[in-house]
């Protein structure tokens, strides 16, 4: 037994209640008890929580040790510069919180949409008296009082109805309203019709209902506290720059504390060990990593705006590169959601019935499409109809009498009208609703008893009209005396003349078949969830190509009766299509993919798609359609609904995860040449050839603009055609790390130690000789290092375009972008090398042309010499 | 294994809500009930009616579906007078709902329900009511954690309370996500987590299997109050079973208490149970 299934008595018994409602001191006690009927955002974590939280992790707390021993080195060691190192570590650790927090920032205002639906103020009877009260004070076990356009404000019982209809769009979806009553029903709560719902609204009609659960606790509250609380979770880039961060953390470490020991047993003093442990994990991390990657995300965000998506978080760009599975929608998103009338089907060849409905008649009067300045507002589906109608037999003059709205489980509506001078009963509704209540058909102008072969060829009928993947709907009449009173749908609509069926066509969008066929060749399966029947969702998969050999066919009560894992077994199917579905069911399929493995996006547009959207791994939102609530659980929303425009933003997130490991692989190169002069200087008794300074001029300084170049190459020509990349794949693949660290970076090096001792040659330098830190000889040799590494840099950016693919057959201007980092680069290198302030903060000293064009030749190397390895990739292993 | 349960009702609704669990239990038991209301000195004349009315709609309830039924009224300290009927009388378990306001209490500290808890020779199950239209549960969520001593008597509670509303069970259980240094998280399938069962919830299960109880199993890695919330909401669960805290004042500061955080969030009512028979 359930609340729904009780008798009015029962109910006021069992909520401890009465026809007069609470006494206000029993009220407060339950106010006390359940506490204020209102929706609250479980779960939300403060920004600042979140911005702190990038201070903490591993990578940060390494460099906050950095910063703190430079930062006291400098109270122990006056005058070395510590004290500036150690606020450049932590103006690092500042720009990667930032940067980081930046691209995970989501303003988070789904449940604050929510609220919105609920009232504020709520008629309800206590100790007998009708009292106008705040909505929040409605406790469980009070009589509260609807009437029309007023919304709902705590799931209640109701005791009382006078033609109450209520719209439950925010809990089904559904835009039709409802008749309720009072009678006990024993099937699902969310299906009953004594019920009234919180956050749904009386459209017409009044009713007393008694309360039974308020606040979070209501069927509303639970689309919030889902919405507040699911979160799909780490975004596949994050997962991967833990990672990173954690493998460089260690590595980094690890070498420090090596060389310091190494350095220890040479015989190098604990001073210079110490600045040398900082130095190399310094030169070991890539400071500009995060800050870039979150400037390539939004460059994405930008380029996705344009196609028509409108991405809010900026890990979504990449994650979307990485989606397994779509779950899409019909109408709307496959097909246009602009029906219009297909086929008519009619028993009765006669042209003309005089003083009697005809199909379009009823098509056009049990029809609640208005005309307004010219246009036709209402439903889709009845406005498909309301024209065919016109077309056909024009305007009638007829006068509606009463009205039997759609409910779901009639499926069908009725008008009684006055036409001709009589009162007829005009139906529509699903055929099998349809043929249910009629008794007789018409033929050839007359009323003859409908029998069994007729109903079956009715019913074949249906099936091919369904085969074609229209949507159908059956037509019937009765004649009623003028003075009868019909009170109930059920008394109206039954012994009905059938009349025929309409099949109504909703094309599919021109696009979507070859944005279905470019995510079969990109491995990416999809699943359509439609409230349409089954041969209708099938007619337009087969129609748009989404099924090619027989799918697996789910409804919506079969849904209902199986278990987690014969779903699971359902959904690792290649095929699937679940039909007559609501949207609350989403979150239950989207739950069972995330579980097996599958990274997956779910397209929603009512407020109970809510939950699923922040599930998904990318929740998509309708930009045109959708509700505020959805569009602001999801992490893109379709400015076009279109379903092309998904397939598109996928594309663009794949060539987005392909750019960023084009930059990684440009960024880790140049660690090589930051880290391999420390080791010579250890080990080697030189005078250290790089600054820390240095380093960070070229990780947060000259290699950031043409990074992001890189960021914003053109897609390769094959990234559709490649099934989506594994969950087991890593960004910081041990291929691109060979490149980086045993190819690239070691010509790096060599250019850059080239560099120093060229100069320190060339005023006469000998061998073990230390410098001051402030002579002359000693700056021009560092800037000179510095300046191979920019240098050889300047090539590697054309080298790491593609991993295999010719610079040439790229074409060297096709991304202008590397251009202006590159002029970037260079400017700011002659600012560090010739302006004074430049001076000052690096530590440089100008430096001659001649040095320059010295460092060329290592530019052209390393640029050969990858062309050479793309070469033999392409031709021999491959 | 129960017998005689107890059924401590008072002014407040919530108390009622609780004490019809505890006629369900006792049918499925088919044990003795026992109705007590303990008047703290000084409460006012209509919460004493409104209590008395409470027992007594109890009382009709219980005697219309055939169970042996007593009441008790008293008065004085509830704890130590419930305290002294369980020890009269021989009560097995002890039915008491919790309140909002001892709720918003941290560890719900000093409260009547948890000093009960604590001082009651038997099993206690802890009642917290915010749903009061979910009268007769169908689905019951039972989250258990890797270790859970008293198994038998767990799995008895469960299997009767099920029994007695005809309920089917969902055990749930949310281990620490699967985590490598240098791999970060590690994605385990279900039924790759099925493999990592632990031990004493396959025991539990055994047990639901021997009573006969519709059950399914769900494995969900992550936060635990989270997890189970999230479950029970997503599920429409009518009612959550679940075990007493063990965890201490310093771990619950430093690690959460997933009962605190479920007390607080619960999306349907919740039954803490605090086993007090040890496994034979």
Redo the contacts between chains.
């Keep these: 037994m359930k609340i729904h299934s009780l008798t009015k008595e029962e109910v006021f018994q069992t909520l401890v209640t009465s026809e007069n409602g609470l006494t206000e001191e029993e009220a407060k006690k339950r106010f006390t008890e359940f506490g204020p009927n209102e929706i609250e955002e479980l779960g939300k974590t403060p920004l600042f929580i979140k911005f702190i939280k990038q201070f903490t992790h591993f990578l940060a707390i390494l460099l906050w040790i950095g910063a703190c021993l430079a930062i006291l080195s400098e109270s122990l060691h006056p005058g070395e510069g510590m004290l500036t190192l150690g606020l450049a570590i932590t103006g690092v650790i500042f720009i990667n919180a930032i940067f980081t927090f930046i691209q995970e920032y989501r303003a988070e205002k789904a449940v604050e949409k929510l609220k919105l639906l609920l009232p504020f103020h709520v008629k309800v009877v206590r100790e007998g008296k009708v009292k106008e009260i705040p909505a929040r004070e409605v406790v469980p076990g009070d009589l509260i009082l609807l009437s029309e356009g007023d919304k709902v404000p705590a799931d209640s019982r109701l005791i009382e109805t006078k033609f109450l209809m209520v719209n439950n769009a925010p809990l089904t979806g559904e835009s039709e309203s409802v008749p309720l009553d009072t009678s006990p029903y024993t099937g699902d709560l969310i299906q009953s019709k004594n019920i009234l719902f919180a956050g749904t609204t009386v459209v017409s009609g009044s009713g007393k209902g008694i309360v039974f659960a308020t606040g979070m606790r209501t069927e509303f509250g639970r689309i919030a506290q889902l919405t507040g609380t699911v979160s799909s979770g780490l975004s596949p880039l994050q997962k991967e720059i833990i990672k990173i961060t954690r493998v460089i953390a260690v590595l980094a470490t690890a070498t420090g504390a090596i060389f310091f020991l190494i350095g220890h047993f040479i015989g190098r003093t604990f001073w210079e060990n110490f600045l040398f442990a900082i130095g190399i994990i310094v030169a070991n991390v890539p400071e500009g990593l995060l800050p870039t990657v979150t400037l390539s995300l939004a460059m994405g965000s930008q380029r996705m705006a344009k196609r028509k998506a409108l991405i809010k978080t900026l890990t979504s760009v990449e994650t979307l590169g990485a989606v397994s599975v779509i779950c899409t929608d019909k109408t709307g998103t496959l097909t246009q959601n602009k029906m219009s009338v297909k086929r008519v089907i009619s028993l009765d060849e006669s042209k003309k019935i005089e003083n009697q409905p005809s199909i379009f008649t009823v098509a056009l009067l049990c029809n609640n499409t208005k005309e307004i300045e010219g246009d036709l507002k209402g439903d889709p589906t009845e406005i498909a109809l309301y024209k065919a109608a016109i077309d056909s037999i024009g305007h009638l003059d007829s006068e509606r009498v009463k009205e039997f709205p759609f409910d779901f489980d009639r499926k069908r509506m009725s008008t009684i009208n006055n036409l001709y001078g009589k009162n007829f009963i005009l139906t529509k509704g699903a055929p099998e609703s349809i043929l249910s209540v009629c008794s007789h058909f018409l033929i050839n102008s007359e009323i003859t008893s409908l029998d069994t072969s007729i109903r079956e060829r009715v019913s074949l009928f249906n099936h091919s009209l369904m085969d074609e993947g229209l949507r159908v709907l059956a037509f019937a009449f009765k004649e009623i005396k003028s003075s009868e009173e019909i009170i109930v749908a059920e008394d109206a609509e039954k012994d009905m003349v059938f009349l025929g069926l309409i099949g109504l066509e909703d094309p599919p969008r021109p696009e979507v078949p070859e944005a279905i066929k470019k995510c079969r060749e990109a491995g990416i399966r999809i699943i359509m969830i439609t409230g349409d029947g089954s041969r209708t969702a099938l007619a337009i998969a087969n129609e748009i190509g989404l099924v090619k050999g027989e799918p697996v066919i789910i409804e919506g009560n079969e849904f209902l009766k199986m278990s987690d894992d014969e779903l699971r077994d359902i959904l690792s199917k290649e095929e699937v299509i679940f039909s007559r579905m609501t949207p609350k069911y989403k979150l239950r399929v989207v739950n069972i993919l995330k579980e097996e493995g599958e990274r997956v996006a779910v397209t929603g547009d009512g407020v109970n798609d809510a939950p699923a959207l922040k599930r998904a791994d990318i929740g998509i939102a309708m930009g045109i359609s959708g509700t505020d609530v959805a569009k602001e659980a999801a992490d893109m929303i379709l400015l076009d609904d279109n379903f092309a425009t998904i397939v598109n933003a996928i594309e663009e997130g794949r060539t987005v995860y392909e750019n960023i490991r084009k930059f990684i692989s440009y960024i880790f190169s140049s660690n090589i040449p930051e880290i391999v002069p420390y080791l010579a200087y250890v080990l080697f008794r030189i005078p250290l050839p790089l600054t820390i300074m240095q380093i960070l001029a070229v990780d947060l300084g000259t290699d950031m603009l043409p990074a992001l170049a890189l960021g914003a190459e053109k897609p390769s020509s094959g990234i559709m055609k490649t099934p989506p990349r594994s969950p087991k794949e890593r960004l910081l693949t041990f291929p691109l790390l060979i490149r980086a660290y045993l190819f690239l970076g070691p010509i790096e090096a060599t250019a850059g130690l080239f560099g120093f001792f060229y100069v320190l040659n060339l005023y006469g330098w000998q061998w073990g000789q230390m410098l001051e830190s402030s002579n002359i000889i000693y700056l021009q040799a560092t800037t000179a290092c510095l300046t191979a590494i920019i240098v050889t840099q300047v090539a590697n950016v054309f080298a790491c375009r593609s991993f295999k693919e010719s610079i040439f057959s790229l074409g060297i201007f096709s991304n202008r972008l590397i251009f202006i980092g590159l002029t970037f680069e260079i400017l700011l290198q002659f600012f560090i090398v010739y302006h004074p302030l430049g001076n000052k903060i690096f530590s440089t000293y100008p430096i001659s042309l001649n040095i320059w064009l010295i460092l060329l030749p290592f530019a052209f190397l390393l640029f050969f010499a990858e062309e050479m390895r793309k070469l033999i990739y392409r031709k021999v292993l491959k | 294994m129960y017998s005689k349960i107890l059924a401590a009702v008072n002014?407040?609704?919530?108390s009622?809500i609780s004490a019809r669990y505890a006629i369900y239990l006792a049918k499925a038991c088919g044990a003795k009930l026992y109705i007590c209301f303990i008047a703290e000195t000084g409460i006012s004349r209509?919460s004493f009616d409104?209590a008395e009315n409470?027992m007594k709609?109890i009382f009709i309830k219980a005697e219309e579906m055939g169970i042996k039924t007593e009441s008790i009224t008293g008065t004085g300290e509830p704890v130590s007078e419930i305290n002294k009927i369980v020890k009269h009388e021989g009560i097995d378990i002890v039915f008491t709902a919790t309140?909002?306001?001892d709720i918003e209490k941290r560890f719900y500290a000093g409260t009547i329900a948890r000093t009960l808890s604590l001082r009651v020779p038997c099993s206690v199950a802890l009642v917290r009511?915010?749903?009061?239209?979910?009268?007769?549960p169908?689905h019951i969520l039972v989250p258990l954690k890797a270790k859970i001593n008293n198994v038998k008597e767990r799995a008895y509670f469960t299997a009767k309370m099920a029994e007695g509303f005809n309920s089917k069970v969902f055990v749930f259980h949310s281990p620490k996500p699967f985590t490598k240094?240098?791999?970060?998280?590690i994605?385990l399938?279900?039924f790759e987590w099925t493999k990592r069962l632990p031990k004493d919830i396959l025991n539990f299960i055994e047990y639901l299997k021997k009573y006969g109880i519709a059950h399914?199993g769900?494995l969900?890695p992550g936060a635990i109050g989270?997890s189970i919330?999230?479950e029970a909401?997503?599920k429409?669960h009518d009612l959550i079973i679940m075990g007493a805290s063990e965890r201490n004042l310093l771990n619950s500061l430093l690690l959460g208490n997933p009962v605190e955080e479920l007390l607080k969030?619960t999306?349907?009512n919740l039954i803490i149970f605090k086993p007090g028979h040890e496994d034979s």
Excluded: D, M, W
């Design positions: 002014e407040h609704l919530n009622e209509s409104k409470a709609r309140r909002r306001e009511i915010v749903h009061i239209g979910k009268l007769y169908k240094f240098f791999q970060g998280e994605h399938t279900p399914e769900k969900a989270k919330t999230i909401a997503s429409r969030n999306p349907c």
